[in-house]
C-alpha cells in the first residue's frame, strides 16, 4: 500500500521556522520525485517545491525562494521542507505526493501520482 504521511506542521509566529516531513512507504522510492504543495481557504493548490530522485535538482516557487529549503534522506524515504522566515500568507495546509519520474521534477500537481494526507501550517502575525 502506497503511503505518504507528512508531518511537523504546526502554528508559529512570524518570522518563525518549521521542518515538515514526508515519510514514503509502498514505493520505489527512487523512482519517484516528491513534491511539497500548499492550500489556502479560498485559494488554489500551490507548488511549492520538488525534489527529483536522479541528481537531487530542485524547484521552489518564486514566493519561498531563499526562506524553504527541500531536502531528501533516500535512506529513510523521506523528504523535508524546512521553512524558514515564515509569513502569514505561508499558512496553508501542506501536501507531500510522489510523481513517477526519474529526472525532473514539476511543480505542477497534476503530474503526481500519489498524495499524502496534509499538515496545517499557521503562520500568526
Known amino acids: 500500500e502506497v503511503q505518504l504521511v507528512a508531518s511537523g506542521g504546526g502554528l508559529v509566529q512570524a518570522g518563525g521556522s518549521l521542518r515538515l516531513s514526508c515519510a514514503a512507504s509502498?514505493?520505489?522510492?527512487?523512482?519517484?520525485?516528491i513534491g511539497w504543495f500548499r492550500q489556502a481557504p479560498g485559494k488554489e493548490r500551490e507548488g511549492v517545491s520538488c525534489i527529483s530522485s536522479s541528481d537531487g535538482s530542485t524547484y521552489y516557487a518564486d514566493s519561498v525562494k531563499g526562506r524553504f529549503t527541500i531536502s531528501s534522506d533516500n535512506a529513510k524515504n523521506t523528504v523535508y521542507l524546512q521553512m524558514n522566515s515564515l509569513k502569514p500568507e505561508d499558512t496553508a495546509v501542506y501536501y507531500c505526493?510522489?510523481?513517477?519520474?526519474?529526472?525532473?521534477?514539476?511543480?505542477?500537481?497534476?503530474?503526481?501520482?500519489?498524495w499524502g494526507q496534509g499538515t496545517q501550517v499557521t503562520v500568526s502575525s
Open positions: 509502498g514505493f520505489t522510492f527512487d523512482d519517484y520525485a
Open positions: 505526493a510522489a510523481d513517477h519520474s526519474v529526472y525532473y521534477c514539476s511543480g505542477y500537481g497534476g503530474e503526481y501520482d500519489y
